[in-house]
T-cell receptor, first 118, second 110 residues
């Protein structure tokens, strides 16, 4: 079955450590996204990538980094510079292979990674 | 800053009633609009997409779009306890960027 796989489901880290969250999709989607969700709040965009080897900052990119070396993979690194990293992190992809049809497509989400930093 | 606004609720309705969820957005150039349902601790799942003014129905769900008023709504008919969740409004604001509202919590009382 096609889908988006995020791993691990739960992640615990000490303050000051960098941590990388994995996101893999086999939907053949060009565009991929990372969102952060805090308790009782909506989703806030961290980074997004429309094609391989290209990505753009979202609304809350500070303290995060990404790479897009393969179409299927879009890992997110939470660095020690992120002041409040504890959150639910969601990876998503958008259907189509470019053009207006994919722009209007809905996002498909992975199951999320819950990161706790103490 | 492009924004999507929702009433955070909670919205409480009895079983069998109609639940009405509302959303406004700030970017007049937005062209595609989505409603997602999110159960506690889970990821969002798509319920409806709407792209043109008017109503779009899918089963018990109806999405309504009014671009002149920059307003999107979701009606849930014959509400069931299993509909209890947070409903997120999402808007494509340009290019490949999608902005979400904070969500409305819905409780359906049996």
């Amino acid at each position: 079955d096609g889908g988006i796989t995020q791993s691990p489901k739960y992640l615990f880290r000490k303050e000051g450590q960098n941590v990388t969250l994995s996101c893999e999709q086999n939907l053949n989607h060009d565009a991929m996204y990372w969102y952060r969700q805090d308790p009782g709040q909506g989703l806030r965009l961290i980074y997004y990538s429309q094609i391989v080897n290209d990505f753009q900052k979202g609304d809350i990119a500070e303290g995060y980094s990404v790479s897009r070396e393969k179409k299927e993979s879009f890992p997110l690194t939470v660095t020690s510079a992120q002041k409040n990293p504890t959150a639910f992190y969601l990876c998503a992809s958008r259907g189509g292979t470019g053009g207006s049809s994919s722009y209007n497509s809905p996002l498909h989400f992975g199951n999320g990674t819950r990161l706790t930093v103490t | 800053q492009k924004e999507v606004e929702q009433n955070s609720g909670p919205l409480s309705v009895p079983e069998g009633a109609i639940a009405s969820l509302n959303c406004t957005y700030s970017d007049r150039g937005s062209q595609s609009f989505f409603w997602y349902r999110q159960y506690s601790g889970k990821s969002p799942e798509l319920i409806m997409s709407i792209y043109s003014n008017g109503d779009k129905e899918d089963g018990r769900f109806t999405a309504q779009l009014n671009k002149a008023s920059q307003y999107v709504s979701l009606l849930i008919r014959d509400s069931q306890p299993s509909d209890s969740a947070t409903y997120l409004c999402a808007v494509n604001t340009g290019g490949f960027k999608t902005i979400f509202g904070a969500g409305t919590r819905l409780f359906v009382k049996a």
